[in-house]
């Protein structure tokens, strides 16, 4: 791990860099480069975890699922990169049955989960307390709602 | 898809188990409790797979899959939140496989049945929180 952050510090790409620490990666699917130049900690620690699911065989979850989509994997990645708030929270990220990929933070009572879909559509549900508040379908090239949801995480 | 009819013979106190990566637990922000992230049971091209629990064990259910988890949730909660479950036996491997249907178009789960069923659920000692 510290390792990685080094990595991180002085590699210009979270693509070379992930290559560079992890010399078992092979994943036919993905061979790009990101860019993390201007990019704040928890947003590069993000897409390091959002790269890791490239790693996933399939039937990571014991019932056959496939792995997450390259196209829901870059949908996360580039919705991390749009955010617009260098210091927030890393996000946990999970990967969904079906080729998905599901972004969580969590602050204080609050929590707010991003599901993107193997096509790359997207929905969010919002909770405080444990209780439901909203829960819709999301288009995640639109930064101002984005930025309006994670804020409201830290309120 | 037809709609899922809810088994009824499947009573209200029978115990659903799944499994668990170990990679996909969170701090629940409510409880402080760690659980299941909703995702694991969420799926856009599979319904969520169980097993009964009264007709398997959870050594039964880790056999292949050491390093996973288990949890459980009882069929009351699961039908309280509109979902149903259906029995699938897996033969001869697995007679105690069923499916948990949510109440979106496709038989998934909407985002809140399945947060609703991470918050309800148990760890299983066998496969309990390492």
């Known amino acids: 791990m510290s390792g990685l952050q080094s990595s991180i510090s002085t590699s210009s790409s979270l693509g070379q860099m992930y290559h560079q620490t992890h010399g078992s990666y092979t994943s036919p699917q993905w061979s790009g480069v990101v860019s993390v130049g201007d990019l704040s900690q928890w947003q590069v620690e993000a897409i390091r975890k959002l790269l890791q699911l490239f790693t996933l065989p399939r039937d990571w979850d014991s ?31 999970v990967p969904v049955a079906g080729g998905g990929v599901q972004l969580e933070w969590r602050h204080g009572s609050r929590e707010i989960e991003i599901e993107i879909d193997d096509d790359g559509s997207a929905g969010y549900l919002k909770s405080q307390h444990g209780k439901l508040i909203e829960e819709e379908e999301i288009y995640l090239a639109d930064p101002a709602r984005i930025r309006a949801l994670l804020t409201w995480l830290i309120a | 898809m037809p709609e899922p009819i809810d088994d009824v013979s499947i009573g209200d106190d029978e115990r659903l188990l799944h499994r668990v990566r170990p990679n996909d637990v969170v701090v629940d922000a409510a409880t402080g409790q760690r659980r299941p992230s909703s995702a694991t049971f969420k799926s856009k091209s ?67 049945q399945a947060r609703e069923i991470v918050s309800h659920c148990k760890w299983v000692p066998a496969g309990d929180v390492r």
């Open chain 2, 46 to 112: 599979n319904i969520i797979s169980v097993d009964l629990a009264s007709l398997t064990t959870p050594e039964k259910a880790l056999a292949n899959y050491p390093r996973h988890m288990l949890v459980e949730i009882d069929v009351g909660t699961v039908r309280s939140i509109g979902c149903k479950v259906v029995r699938d036996p897996l033969l001869p491997d697995n007679p105690a496989h069923a499916l948990v249907y949510g109440s979106r178009p496709d038989g998934g789960m909407t985002r809140s």
């Open chain 1, 63 to 93: 019932y056959g699922s496939p792995p997450p989509s390259e196209v829901a994997i870059m949908a996360a990645v580039r919705l991390i990169l749009r955010i617009d708030l260098e210091y927030f929270l890393s996000p946990l990220v």
